[in-house]
C-alpha cells in the first residue's frame, strides 16, 4: 500500500510521540494500518494539546478544535481539511466520531490537573481515554465487544498511566489516587483482572477487528511488575526488555492471541 502524504504524516507523528503504537500498527496487517494511523495519530494532537501550553484557556481552544473536527465527521456534512482529520474522516464512522468527543471531553481534566478524587474517578479517566480509542479502533476495523475492548483498554491505559508517573509527578502532578505500595499493587492487580478477563473472552473480537489490540502488547508486563513491586512505578522502571517485548509483539501478531 502506498501512503498519501496525509497518511504518511499520521504515521510519523505516532512514530515520533507514540513509538509503542506505532510498532503495533506496523505489527498489522498493511490494510489495517491506513485506519490506525490516523486514529492514533489524532490521539496524540489530543493527548499532548493540554501539556503544551501553560495557558489554560490556549488548551481548551486546542481541544475544542478536535471536538469541533470530530463533530463534523459525526455529521457526515463538509470536513475540515487537515492532515490528521482528512484521513481520519474517511476511516471513522459517524458514531465513533461521537464516541471519540468523549474522550476529548476527558482530556480537559489535564488542563487543570487537579488530582483524581479516588480510584473509581482514575477508572472511568482510563476508560474514557484509553478505552474509548482501542474500541473506535476496533470497530472502524471489525466486530467487537465493548466490554472485552473496554477491559483491554482499560489494562493497556492503566499500564501507560503508571509509566508516565514519574513525568508526571515532575509537572508537578498527583497521578494516582493511593500511592503507597499497597494502592500502587492493588490498581496494578485490577488491570490485571480486567486483563485476563478481556483475553478470557478473546473470541468476541473478531479477526478483522483483532489488530487494534495490539496496541496493548506491552501492558501484562509492566502491571506485572508493578503489582510484583510497586516500587518500580515512582522510580521509574517498568520498561520491558526491548528485545523481549518486540518477540512478543511479533508473536502474537502472527498467532492473533493478543
Do not use: K
Given at each position: 500500500m502506498t501512503f498519501s502524504p496525509d497518511l504518511a504524516a499520521c504515521a510519523a507523528l505516532v512514530q515520533r510521540a507514540d513509538p509503542d503504537r506505532f510498532l503495533a500498527v506496523m505489527a498489522a496487517p498493511v490494510a489495517a494500518r491506513r485506519v490506525l494511523f490516523p486514529l492514533y495519530a489524532m490521539n496524540v494532537e489530543v493527548s499532548r494539546a493540554p501539556w503544551v501550553t501553560a495557558e489554560p484557556m490556549i488548551a481548551e481552544l486546542r481541544l475544542q478544535w478536535w471536538r469541533d473536527a470530530l463533530a463534523e465527521i459525526a455529521g457526515g456534512g463538509a470536513v475540515r481539511r487537515h492532515e490528521v482529520v482528512t484521513p481520519l474522516a474517511a476511516v471513522l464512522a459517524p458514531d465513533l466520531a461521537a464516541l471519540l468527543d468523549g474522550l476529548v471531553e476527558a482530556r480537559r481534566g489535564d488542563i487543570w490537573r487537579d488530582p483524581f478524587e479516588d480510584a473509581a474517578h482514575l477508572d472511568r479517566y482510563l476508560d474514557a481515554t484509553s478505552g474509548s480509542l482501542l474500541l473506535a479502533a476496533a470497530r472502524a476495523l471489525g466486530a467487537a465487544e465493548e466490554g472485552v475492548v473496554r477491559d483491554f483498554g482499560y489494562a493497556l491505559g492503566l499500564a501507560n498511566w503508571?509509566?508516565?508517573?514519574?513525568?508526571?509527578?515532575?509537572?508537578?502532578?498527583?497521578?494516582?489516587?493511593?500511592?503507597?505500595?499497597?494502592?500502587?499493587?492493588?490498581?496494578?492487580?485490577?488491570?490485571?483482572?480486567?486483563?485476563?478477563?478481556?483475553?478470557?473472552?478473546?473470541?468476541?473480537?473478531?479477526?478483522?477487528?483483532?489488530?487494534a489490540m495490539l496496541a496493548g502488547w506491552q501492558a501484562a508486563a509492566v502491571l506485572q511488575r508493578a503489582a510484583l513491586t510497586p516500587g518500580r512505578v515512582a522510580s521509574g522502571q517498568l520498561e520491558p526488555g526491548a528485545l523481549t517485548g518486540r518477540l512478543s509483539l511479533m508473536a502474537r501478531a502472527a498467532t492473533g492471541r493478543w
Amino acid at each position: 500500500m502506498t501512503f498519501s502524504p496525509d497518511l504518511a504524516a499520521c504515521a510519523a507523528l505516532v512514530q515520533r510521540a507514540d513509538p509503542d503504537r506505532f510498532l503495533a500498527v506496523m505489527a498489522a496487517p498493511v490494510a489495517a494500518r491506513r485506519v490506525l494511523f490516523p486514529l492514533y495519530a489524532m490521539n496524540v494532537e489530543v493527548s499532548r494539546a493540554p501539556w503544551v501550553t501553560a495557558e489554560p484557556m490556549i488548551a481548551e481552544l486546542r481541544l475544542q478544535w478536535w471536538r469541533d473536527a470530530l463533530a463534523e465527521i459525526a455529521g457526515g456534512g463538509a470536513v475540515r481539511r487537515h492532515e490528521v482529520v482528512t484521513p481520519l474522516a474517511a476511516v471513522l464512522a459517524p458514531d465513533l466520531a461521537a464516541l471519540l468527543d468523549g474522550l476529548v471531553e476527558a482530556r480537559r481534566g489535564d488542563i487543570w490537573r487537579d488530582p483524581f478524587e479516588d480510584a473509581a474517578h482514575l477508572d472511568r479517566y482510563l476508560d474514557a481515554t484509553s478505552g474509548s480509542l482501542l474500541l473506535a479502533a476496533a470497530r472502524a476495523l471489525g466486530a467487537a465487544e465493548e466490554g472485552v475492548v473496554r477491559d483491554f483498554g482499560y489494562a493497556l491505559g492503566l499500564a501507560n498511566w503508571l509509566r508516565a508517573v514519574p513525568q508526571l509527578e515532575a509537572q508537578g502532578r498527583i497521578p494516582l489516587p493511593d500511592g503507597t505500595p499497597d494502592g500502587v499493587q492493588a490498581l496494578a492487580r485490577r488491570g490485571l483482572e480486567r486483563l485476563a478477563r478481556a483475553r478470557a473472552a478473546r473470541g468476541a473480537v473478531s479477526r478483522q477487528a483483532a489488530p487494534a489490540m495490539l496496541a496493548g502488547w506491552q501492558a501484562a508486563a509492566v502491571l506485572q511488575r508493578a503489582a510484583l513491586t510497586p516500587g518500580r512505578v515512582a522510580s521509574g522502571q517498568l520498561e520491558p526488555g526491548a528485545l523481549t517485548g518486540r518477540l512478543s509483539l511479533m508473536a502474537r501478531a502472527a498467532t492473533g492471541r493478543w
